[in-house]
Nanobody
Framework: VQLQASGGGLVQPGGSLRLSCAAS????????IGWFRQAPGKEREGVSC????????YYADSVKGRFTISRDNAKNTASLQMNSLKPEDTAVYYC??????????????????WGKGTLDTVSS
């Protein structure tokens, strides 16, 4: 079972990035998906999550209105669209899956599988 996050890079403040999470070895349909990030010198934090059904999403207060999480179960992928990026969004971003939640729920606990992170740097 592998998850791979991609799409990170260097972007100027105010810019956008779109992260993708691709799964191999298991079907994302059976899991809620979470995006996490860890900035230098800080603890890892939950950024956003989406339920198995896709009808429930949550966002950290710091990214509400700027980030959008989505999933495509047919393609076995998930995405995090990040707009209006700020320097404080600089971090390594990870995707993870959880079987701990019901179809219409998600959260940042009980993650089963983690992908390798992708570095996003927001700087002028």
């Amino acid at each position: 079972v592998q998850l791979q996050a991609s799409g990170g890079g260097l972007v100027q403040p105010g810019g956008s990035l779109r992260l993708s999470c691709a799964a191999s070895g298991h079907t994302l349909h059976y899991y809620s998906i979470g995006w996490f990030r860890q900035a230098p010198g800080k603890e890892r934090e939950g950024v956003s999550c989406i339920s198995r059904s896709g009808d429930t999403t949550y966002y950290a207060d710091s990214v509400k209105g700027r980030f959008t999480i989505s999933r495509d179960n047919a393609k076995n992928t998930a995405s995090l669209q990040m707009n209006s990026l700020k320097p404080e969004d600089t971090a390594v971003y990870y995707c993870a899956t959880s079987s701990a939640y019901s179809d219409h729920a998600c959260g940042y606990n009980g993650m089963d599988f983690w992908g390798k992170g992708t570095l996003d740097t927001v700087s002028s």
